[in-house]
């Protein structure tokens, strides 16, 4: 079943004094959750793999009067686990905790039949997709157990809660990342303060969407900022107790 809270209205400190990490946090729905997250008074640590971008939304935060953020320039097609676990040690060092974890970073991969997908292009959306989000997932859980309320919030996509022809790893990888974020929800019930949901962007104006349907005018596609309120409420305390469920950010 899938839930749906787009009419939410944050209050403007809804964020106050979390810190909350955003993988793919350079461009698309992740620049815009960061920023958004800024502005409602967390500390954002920026992870990505083109650190000018990372830089560019670091001094779009600073000149908002935002909280200063930090960058971890990160490639998940590669990211090893010891990496990540030097990565979660510096989070350690700086912060002591991590509030909230925003699972953004995502690629599309091919559009092909099954018969013609190329293995290594599989393998490399099912790196991006899962399994970097289960190596950072589990290098942060500790860090997350330190907040009073940790949030972990995966990307979903409609193809991965059905199956589409021609959508390949980018599907597949979808529905695991919901069996992710399912199997971790069961695990912290009851017994710890994190939650673990995912939202469905629905179709959203950024460069992905426009890979994928090239003759789609940008114009008329929802943009990012306009399903912020999904995104808000589950990293902020309201959704305290929300634990396990899909979300469409679109309704
Ligand atoms: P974009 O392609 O605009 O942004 C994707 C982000 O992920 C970029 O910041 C990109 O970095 C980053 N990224 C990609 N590969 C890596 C990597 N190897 N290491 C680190 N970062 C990486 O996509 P969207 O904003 O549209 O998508 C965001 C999420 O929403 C994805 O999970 C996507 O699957 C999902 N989604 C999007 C929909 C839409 O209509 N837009 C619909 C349904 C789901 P860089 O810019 O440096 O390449």
Known sequence: MSETITDYTAPADLLKDKIILVTGAGDGIGRVAAKTY???GATVILLGRTVPKLEAVYDEIEAAGGAKPAILPVDLANVKWE???YLAQGVDQEFGRLDGLLHNAGVLGQRTPIANYHYATWQQVMQINVNAAFGL???MLPLLEHSKAGSVIFTGSGVGLKGRAYWGAYSVSKFATEGLMQVLADEV???SNIRANSINPGATRTNMR???YPAEDPQTVTTPEEIMPTYLYLMGDDSIGVNGKQFNAQG
């Open 210 to 212: 426009e890979a994928a």
């Open 83 to 85: 990496e990540l676990e």
């Open 38 to 40: 800024a502005a409602h």
């Open 189 to 191: 019930d009851g017994v």
């Open 137 to 139: 997932t589990k290098a």
